[in-house]
């Protein structure tokens, strides 16, 4: 009886052993469950972030505003030079002792006639110097040349 009985403890202790394990593990599943879900839940919020950050557009980095200048004025543009395209002809140059006469454009001008804007500055067998917005131009007998 005595082995029967030394049997017969060994199989409670065994089981005593199994299920004092079996309890150990359905507390730590219990645990390792909250501890995963936990995880997983961390990680979820922490990709969405990632996601959130890595697609959100840059915010435009503030220009500085430039210094207001306070009681300067603007100085006026500058005018545009009028360029006015004149189309003479020195025809010929007649010099006399009383007089010198050149026809431009078949007009007889004398020393200080206007023609197209153009004040007639001298006259000289050489050719015709006219003069005005600050130039002065020479024109030449076209049969001469």
């Given at each position: 009886?005595s082995i ?21 593990t359905k507390?730590s599943?219990?645990?390792s469950?909250?501890?995963?879900s936990?995880?997983a ?5 922490i990709?969405?972030?990632s ?11 503030p220009q500085?505003?430039k210094?207001?200048?306070?009681g ?10 009028i ?14 002792d009383?007089e010198?006469v050149?026809?431009?454009n078949?007009r ?24 005005g917005?600050?130039t ?10």
């Open positions: 009886m029967l009985y030394d049997a017969l403890k060994k199989t409670q202790l065994k089981s005593s052993v199994v299920n004092s394990t079996i309890t150990i507390k599943k219990k645990w469950w909250l501890i995963i936990l995880a839940l961390l990680g979820l919020l990709a969405a972030f996601i959130y950050y890595i697609t959100a557009k840059p915010k435009p980095k500085p505003e210094p207001k200048m306070v300067v004025k603007k100085p006026a543009p500058l005018p545009k030079p360029v006015k395209k004149v189309n003479l002809s020195l025809m010929g140059v007649f010099i006399s009383d010198k050149a026809m431009i078949n007889l001008m004398h020393i200080g006639d206007v023609i197209e804007g153009m004040k007639v500055v001298s006259i000289e067998l050489e050719g015709v110097k006219l003069g917005n600050n002065v131009i020479t024109l030449h007998d076209a049969l001469n040349s």
